[in-house]
């Protein structure tokens, strides 16, 4: 068996095994708190898949529908996503210059009504909101936080140096309700989707990439399953270690 038919066998079965234990690892709230060590990817808490889609997916629905227009313009956010992602890394000197975009539909984040809203756009909301706050606490607590101006090493580093702890904080205003990115990340977790995993940016080199536009709901469904493959084909999603 060739070297690559194996790494595909083992991505399968990382992928298998990953959706499986979602079960294993549920949260029971939403304010329930993330692993200690958050960035690596399999300590998570994910609720099961629900069998069949989301709903809301191509409704046509005259309430859905205003429902998902009533949510803050999302596309200003996903052309700063636009220029600030390169590959699987994010410029952050370019997020810098974007504070004010980020800022603004985080404001929407802030008063967004939630009531109406179908799972499928729910979803995408929630993480959307999710990265666009990453990005923003990564500037106000990371770039230049460090000794002598220089930027802290990360995400965790943070906690360390200034007593912040970066995702359990109640940061972010979501229809509002004052949350940390953890809480966050619940209310997306209970949607039943263990993709969202996939989805969210943890700011971290071993977390999933940055999506390079805004997530939506007319193309959740595809774009989770693609995030999904991606990062399990990744070096940090899946490897082979010989011997083993």
């Known amino acids: 068996m060739s070297i690559r038919s194996i790494a595909s066998l083992a991505v399968a079965a990382a992928s298998i095994m990953l959706l499986a234990s979602c079960t294993d690892h549920a949260m029971?709230?939403?304010?329930?708190?993330g692993a200690s060590s958050r960035p690596s990817a399999g300590n998570r808490g994910l609720t099961s898949r629900p069998s069949g889609p989301l709903p809301g997916k191509h409704s046509n629905d005259k309430a859905i529908l205003a429902a998902r227009g009533a949510l803050p313009e999302v596309e200003p956010f996903g052309k700063v996503l636009g220029r600030v992602v390169k590959g699987s890394r994010v410029d952050y000197?370019?997020?810098?210059m974007e504070r004010a975009t980020i800022d603004e539909f985080l404001a929407g984040v802030a008063k967004a009504d939630l009531s109406k809203v179908d799972a499928h756009a729910k979803l995408a909301f929630y993480i959307n909101a999710y990265n666009a706050k990453t990005l923003a606490l990564v500037v106000e607590h990371v770039l230049g936080r460090g000794k002598g101006g220089a930027d802290l090493a990360g995400v965790l580093e943070v906690k360390k140096a200034k007593g912040?702890?970066?995702?359990?904080?109640?940061?972010v205003i979501v229809g509002g309700d004052l949350l940390s990115l953890d809480e966050l990340e619940g209310r997306g977790r209970k949607l039943g989707d263990p993709r969202i995993h996939f989805a969210v940016n943890c700011a971290s080199v071993s977390c999933p990439a940055l999506l390079n536009r805004a997530w939506k709901p007319e193309t959740l469904d595809a774009d989770l399953t693609t995030a999904t493959k991606t990062y399990l084909a990744s070096e940090h999603g899946s490897r082979i270690i010989d011997g083993l």
């Open 28 to 33: 029971s709230s939403e304010t329930e708190q």
């Open 93 to 96: 000197a370019a997020v810098v």
């Open 164 to 171: 912040f702890d970066f995702f359990k904080e109640k940061t």
